[in-house]
């Protein structure tokens, strides 16, 4: 350890007195981060589905496999009810008789409560 000098000891001194204590030992230990409160706030602001939808569709490729990615594209999420745009009347009908596996698929992904319904749209 280096000896403190004159100068030093009186200005931690000064600023002891100034503050009204000692400078805390590690100044970040009670330091929080944004991310922590993040998703609280947004959840009581009504804007955590826009986050929900934008998590889907980046992991939708490897949810739904490339084909139905392919031809359906999540287009909404809003109080669970998932609606995918497909492509062709056919695709939509192919989807109707995999909802349920298509459904567990996206829960086991982003978890049970983002996602409770399929809807369907052609355009």
Do not use: Y
């Amino acid at each position: 350890m280096k000896k403190e000098s004159r100068l030093e000891a009186m200005r931690r001194a000064i600023l002891r007195d100034w503050r009204g204590g000692d400078e805390p030992a590690h100044l970040d230990e009670r330091l929080h981060l944004p991310k922590e409160f993040l998703a609280g706030i947004l959840r009581q602001a009504g804007a955590s589905e826009g986050i929900d939808e934008e998590r889907l569709r980046e992991m939708w490729k490897e949810v739904a496999g490339e084909f139905v990615a392919r031809h359906a594209t999540p287009v909404s999420l809003k109080n669970g009810c998932l609606t995918l745009q497909v492509l062709q009347p056919a695709i939509r009908f192919q989807l109707e008789q995999t909802k349920t596996v298509l459904l567990k698929n996206i829960q086991a992904a982003a978890g049970e409560g983002m996602v409770k319904i399929i809807r369907f749209s052609v355009g």
